[in-house]
């Protein structure tokens, strides 16, 4: 795969994850997909498969509103690709730490991408 087909295929799952597009985000992903969540250096979420991943978009969908991932830099490596991302999203229901329904959220973090046949084997989120 060429960094181009690469880049093709993030941005396609990040416009369907912004659209609230669950089919169009599992087009993308391997059916082996493993994903991960990291926030402040803490694992806080693994999941293997696409099944599993499919439940877990929808929970995480039904907490915004609205929400957008927007590509700030690209950095290719040998077997994967690290996006930096700018996160912001309008919360639809209230979270234990405070925030209140339609309260705006901010966030940099970065995703990590591996390939395999074409799609995402291996997703890593980063805040």
């Known amino acids: 795969m060429?960094?181009?087909?690469?880049e093709e295929i993030i941005k396609n799952y990040i416009t369907a994850y912004n659209s609230f597009d669950l089919e169009g985000m599992c087009s993308q992903l391997?059916?082996?997909i493993e994903f991960i969540y990291?926030?402040?250096?803490?694992?806080?979420?693994?999941?293997?498969?696409?099944?599993?991943?499919?439940?877990?978009?929808?929970?995480?969908a039904a907490?915004?509103?609205?929400?957008?991932?927007?590509?700030?830099?690209i950095v290719y490596g040998d077997n994967h690709v690290e996006v930096d991302i700018?996160?912001?999203?309008?919360l639809?229901?209230?979270?234990?730490?405070?925030?209140k329904v339609g309260d705006d959220i901010e966030?940099?973090?970065?995703?990590?991408?591996?390939?395999?046949?074409?799609?995402?084997?291996?997703l890593v989120d980063m805040s």
Do not use: C, W
């Not at 907490?63 to 830099?73: G, L, P, T, V």
């Not at 639809?92 to 925030?99: M, Y």
């Open 2 to 6: 060429t960094p181009h087909n690469k």
């Open 30 to 32: 391997h059916a082996e």
């Open 38 to 60: 990291i926030n402040k250096g803490e694992t806080n979420l693994t999941l293997n498969g696409i099944d599993a991943f499919k439940v877990q978009a929808e929970q995480t």
């Open 63 to 73: 907490m915004f509103k609205a929400r957008k991932q927007e590509i700030i830099s």
């Open 86 to 90: 700018h996160y912001t999203g309008t």
């Open 92 to 99: 639809a229901v209230e979270f234990p730490n405070g925030l």
């Open 107 to 122: 966030l940099k973090g970065k995703s990590v991408f591996q390939f395999y046949d074409g799609l995402i084997l291996k």
